[in-house]
């Protein structure tokens, strides 16, 4: 029942911004680890940015300083703020998170998005 749907991916000129949302539904205790993954053409998925329940935020090498994650605890909503974007970030991005549900033992499950299109042209 948990579903997980990005929104605000797009055609962008190189240095560009786009702003990614995930909005996670469902019957939910807790979602504790909210992030964003990529995968482009012919390359492996690779984890762009994580946040914590507690505020911790962990970016790749390739997108800090750049990209920005964030998340709204009372909408269960995770951003993905995406500034000065390079060709190189052209991917289908996906929105991933830790749930627990409600019923007890509140037992963590992972859960994916359906992916949304970031295209950046030079």
């Known amino acids: 029942q948990v579903q997980l749907v990005e929104s605000g991916g797009g055609l962008v000129q190189a240095g560009g911004s786009l702003r990614l949302s995930c909005a996670v539904s469902?019957?939910?205790?807790?979602?504790?680890?909210m992030g964003w993954y990529r995968q482009a053409p012919g390359k492996q998925r690779e984890l762009v940015a994580r946040?914590?329940?507690?505020?911790?935020?962990n970016y790749a090498d390739s997108v800090k300083g750049r990209f920005t994650i964030s998340r709204d605890n009372a909408e269960n909503t995770v951003f993905l703020q995406m500034n000065s974007l390079k060709p190189e970030d052209t991917a289908v991005y996906y929105c991933n998170a830790d749930v627990q549900g409600r019923n007890w033992p509140h037992i963590p499950r992972n859960y994916w998005g359906q992916g949304t299109q970031v295209t950046v042209s030079s």
């Open positions: 946040v914590l329940s507690g505020g911790t935020t």
């Open positions: 469902g019957r939910i205790f807790s979602i504790n680890v």
